[in-house]
Nanobody
Framework: QVQLVESGGGLVQAGGSLRLSCAASGRTSSTYILAWFRQAPGKEREFVAGIRWSDGDGVYTDSVKGRFTISRDNAKNTVSLQMNSLKPEDTAVYYC??????????????????WGQGTQVTVSS
């Protein structure tokens, strides 16, 4: 079992920044990939960014490239998502998830094994 706890959400004006964190505990030896997803009201859950614990290579969905940065701290078993230049369309509940697999970071939620409870991000216009 792996437990994931997100923090850092909140309310921010458009153009502002937030930093989300995801702390992993439990059988973290199986957390090879960690990703952030988001789900806005009435919309499907979508992949935002993902990273491999081994090499720190991050991948992003096109809509956040250049604005969001994913990073990991292996010693603390945490992954962060720095979100800059936020837009109202970034408003959603953000979830972190982990996958026990190697290779390419999957972008479909069904490939992930454990999920956090989510943290709300609201960007006002």
């Amino acid at each position: 079992q792996v437990q994931l706890v997100e923090s850092g959400g909140g309310l921010v004006q458009a153009g502002g920044s937030l930093r989300l964190s995801c702390a992993a505990s439990g059988r973290t030896s199986s957390t090879y990939i960690l990703a952030w997803f988001r789900q806005a009201p009435g919309k499907e859950r979508e992949f935002v960014a993902g990273i491999r614990w081994s090499d720190g290579d991050g991948v992003y969905t096109d809509s956040v490239k250049g604005r969001f940065t994913i990073s990991r701290d292996n010693a603390k078993n945490t992954v962060s998502l720095q979100m800059n230049s936020l837009k109202p369309e970034d408003t959603a509940v953000y979830y972190c998830a982990t996958a026990a697999r190697w290779g390419i970071v999957p972008r479909l939620g069904r490939n992930y094994d454990y999920w956090g409870q989510g943290t709300q991000v609201t960007v006002s216009s």
